[in-house]
């Protein structure tokens, strides 16, 4: 087989579209470090499916003036963990799988990480526990404009619908406000459970 470097920004509890992608054989995996961060983007926030309909769960930064992926701080000023984990619960506590997976996801929002960068790899284990997946990665070691390989460092927009093709699978809230694609890889585990490694290898790059 003919391993790929794939260059990938370290998301939030990261997009299915995303996982489509990490978890591929062939891909090998590098997360962007030095990267200037960009704002509104996947790397401080996650989408899942509330009540009314798609709901974005951001992490605050703490503003210390540094730029780096690597250097940007979560600011716990307001407690946003409680938060997240809140909405997760009330969005997915009636999805079929929730209860199962309930007490690993928790351990996400018990982290109490300085960096960004740091919480989002953590968060990345717990999720890959739940997938029963081993998926290695490394880290980039400098800031390369055009990397040799594949750069994926733009590629997941926050802003725009996802270029990814995607089956639809029952959601909790899909029967009032129809399938909502490539949300958070929680809402795919909540939703399909132990089916959802096999839903992920399906997704394709439209």
């Not at 891909?27 to 974005?56: C, D, M, V």
């Not at 619960?89 to 929002?109: G, H, L, M, V, W």
């Not at 809402?187 to 132990?194: A, H, S, T, V």
Request: hydrophobic share 35%; glycine share 4%; charged share 30%.
């Amino acid at each position: 087989m003919n391993m790929k470097n794939v260059l990938l920004p370290a998301f939030y509890m990261p997009p299915i579209s995303w996982f489509s992608v990490f978890l591929d054989a062939e891909n090998e995996i590098i997360f962007e470090q030095f990267e200037h961060f960009p704002k509104q983007t996947y790397r401080n926030r996650a989408n899942i499916y509330g009540a009314n309909g798609k709901l974005s769960l951001i992490i605050p930064m703490n503003h210390n003036g540094k730029r780096e992926m690597k250097d940007i701080e979560i600011s716990y000023t307001e407690d946003w963990r409680t938060l997240h984990w809140k909405s997760i619960k009330t969005a997915y506590q009636s999805s079929p799988y929730f209860e199962y997976y309930e007490d690993k996801f928790r351990k996400i929002f018990d982290l109490k990480e300085k960096f960004l960068l740091d919480f989002n790899l953590k968060g990345l284990e717990v999720i890959q526990q739940v997938l029963k997946t081993e998926k290695a990665h490394s880290l980039n070691e400098e800031y390369i404009k055009n990397p040799d390989g594949i750069n994926l460092r733009e590629k997941f927009s926050a802003k725009h619908p996802s270029e990814f093709e995607m089956d639809e699978y029952y959601q909790t809230f899909s029967d009032k406000l129809g399938f909502q694609k490539d949300l958070s890889v929680l809402d795919l585990i909540c939703n399909k459970g132990p089916e959802s490694l096999a839903y992920i290898k399906k997704v394709k790059q439209s």
